[in-house]
C-alpha cells in the first residue's frame, strides 16, 4: 500500500472514528428502540455477507470481514 | 512501517480510543432508591391501551407487580405472556400486573398486545415518561408493589431474575394479610 | 444476542455468472431458546453447483485447451455439464456470552469441518460490546478421477482469529470495528486446473501457506424517516501480496408498517498476488509458483443490489399462519474488470412461533 493512500484513507478513517466517538452519549435501554429495529441490525447483513462471499470467494482474493456478535438492544 | 501492521494499529488505537471513550463518559444517575421510586410510581397518570387513566396509588391495597416493557425489546416479548398468566393467578389472590409500555408509538404496543391477547392491564408512557424519570437501567425492569405500595421487591441491576423469582415474591406478598386501619396508622 | 421466540427459516438463493456456472442453495434453518439464558441454532445448506460442458467442438485445438487448462475434473465426456451436490451443516449453542459451533460440508471432492468459539461481553452499561472469536477448521480433499491432471488427495486446515468493538454512539447510532486473522495451511489451489507456462501445460502451484489478515469499519445510522444508512469498510493484506480494499453502503427504507425496501452497493479493489502472471515465461512460474486462477490477479468490482422485506406480523394479516411470517426477497448484480458478472437472486421465508 502506498503512503499516500495511507495518508488518504486510514488517517481520515482513523480520524473519523475518534470524531464520531466524541459525539457519544449514554444512551439508557429505554432509548434503544431504533437500534434495536431490524433495518439497523449487523447480524442480518453479515448473514447475507457470508452467503454472498461463499459464491464470490471463488471470484476474488479475500474474505472476512463479518466476525463479531453483541451490542445494541441492552435488554437484559 | 507495513500496510497490514499500520491498518491494524489504526484499528487497535479506534478501539482503545472507543473504550476510553465510554469509560470516560459520566456515569449514569445512582439508582434511585426505593421510596422514591415508589413515590414517582404512585402519582404518576398512566394511559390503558383500553382508554383509561390510572395512577398506581389508585391500587392501593393490592400487591400490584410492575413491568417496564416494550415492543422492540426481546426479553420482554418473552416474558409479557407469561406475566399476563401471573396476573390471572394473582387475581384470585387480590393482586395484578401492571404492564407499561415504553415504545415511542402506542400502536406498536396495542399491536403486541392484540397478537397475543394479552389480558392484564397495559399502559402507553412512551420513553420520556416514568421510565425516563426513574431512569431504569435495565428493560424489561419489574417491580413489585406491596399492599402499601412500597418496592418490596424490584429487577434493579440483576440480570439473572425470572419470572419465577418476580412470581414468588408477588405470591408471597399476596399472601401477607391486609393490614387493618387501625394496625396502618399505628 | 439472545432469541425471543422459535424461528424456522427458509432461503433459496440461485446464483449464475458469465462462465454459465449455477449454483442452486436451499437453505434451511431452525432457531429456539432453550432454558439457562441458552439458545440452538440449526443450519443447513444443500446446494447445487452447474459447470457448463466445454464449449467447442471436440477435437478443435479450442475444446483441447479448454479441457487441458480446465477448473473442473475432466473425466469421461467433457462435453457434458458437471454437476456437483454439496451439503453443509452447522450447528451453534449460545449459552449467556458464550458461543461455541460446529460446522461440515460435504461434496464429491471436499469435506471441510470447523469448530468456532465466541465470547462476547457488554461493558460501560452496555455501551459497548467486545466480542473475541476463534475457530479451527480442517479440510481433506480428494479430487475426483480426471484424465488430465493427477493429484493426489491433500488436506488444507485455517486458524482463525477475531476481536470485534461495537459501540453505541446515540440512540440511533452504532459503530462496530474489528480485526481478523487466518493463518491457512495445506492445498490452497485448484487441483484440476493447469496452467500455460513455457510453452506447455503444468499443474497449477500456489503457496502451502498464507497468512490472510483484515480490518473492518461499519457504521450505522437510522435516519428520522423510518431508514437507516450504513456504511462500511474492510481493508484486506496477506502474504501472498494481494492488498484489497471493500467499501460498502445500503440503505433501508420502511414503505409502509411492515414493509422496507433496501438498495446497497459495494465497490471493491485488490492488488494481485506477488505470483500471479497472465503468462508465464518458465514452466517454474514465479519462485516456483503458478496460478491459472484470477482471482489472483488485480481486479476491481462493483455490486449493486436491491432488496424488499415484508413483514406479515406487522402488517397484522388474518391468518394464524400468516401473521407469524416475513418474507424477504433480494436481487443482487455483481460484474468485476475481468469481464466477469455475476447474478445473486434470493428468496426468504421466516416463521416464528
Redesign the interface.
Known sequence: ?TMRIRTR??VP?ALL?TF??Q?????R?Y?????A????S??T?AK?AA??TK??D????????N????????CN | M???RF??L???V??LL??LQ??A?K??PARLERDRMATLIADHKLSTLDGRTIRLRELRGKVVVVIFWASWC??C??EMPEFDHLNTELATRGAQVVAISVDAKRANAL?FV??HGLRMVVAHDGPQGLVEELDL?LLPYTMVLDRQGAVAFDTGARRDYSVATISTAARQLSDTPALSSEEGTR | ?????QTVQSLL?Y?T?SDKVA?R?A?GEYSV?LGGNASLNLHWNNERVTIPAVEAQPGTPEAVDAITTASRPISGNAFQDFVKVRNEFQGTIQRGPA?VEYYHSSESDYVGQQVAA?W??????????L?L?ASYGWDAIEPVLDDDTNAPADSKNTLHW???????????????????L?VVNGLQHNPYRNVYAGGTHVPERHPEHRQ?????????Q?LSQR??L?F???????D?G?????LGT?L?Q?VTRGI?A?WQYRW?S?TR?DFFRDEYVSVTGIDGYLSGDY??AA?R?H?FGVGL?V?L??L?VGTPVL?HMAVQW?Y?R?F?SNN?S?N?H?AQLVYRF
Open positions: 500500500m484513507v486510514l478513517l472514528l464520531a466517538a459525539g457519544c452519549a449514554h444512551v435501554p432509548q434503544r428502540e431504533h437500534l429495529d431490524r433495518i439497523m449487523f447480524e447483513d447475507a452467503r454472498r459464491s464470490l471463488a471470484r476474488e482474493g479475500s474474505t472476512g470481514g466476525g463479531g456478535a453483541g451490542g445494541g438492544c441492552a | 507495513s500496510s497490514a491498518a491494524r489504526a484499528v487497535l479506534s478501539v472507543l473504550t465510554a469509560a463518559e456515569a449514569p426481546a426479553p416479548r418473552r399491536q392484540k397478537q437501567g | 444476542m439472545m432469541l425471543d421466540e438463493q446464483f455468472d449454483v442453495s437453505i431458546v458461543q465466541n462476547n461481553r457488554d461493558l460501560f452499561d452496555d455501551q459497548l460490546n466480542s472469536g477475531n476481536a470485534v468493538a461495537t459501540r453505541v454512539l446515540t440512540p440511533s447510532t452504532m459503530v462496530r470495528v474489528g480485526v481478523e487466518n490472510r489478515r483484515d480490518a473492518f469499519l461499519k457504521l450505522n437510522y431508514s437507516s450504513k462500511n469498510y474492510r481493508f484486506y493484506n496477506d501472498w494481494i492488498d484489497s480494499h471493500e445500503s433501508s420502511y422496507s433496501s471493491y485488490q498476488a482471482r489472483m481486479l468490482s455490486l422485506d413483514d406480523t406487522a397484522e401473521r433480494n443482487e455483481y468485476n466477469y455475476a445473486f434470493t
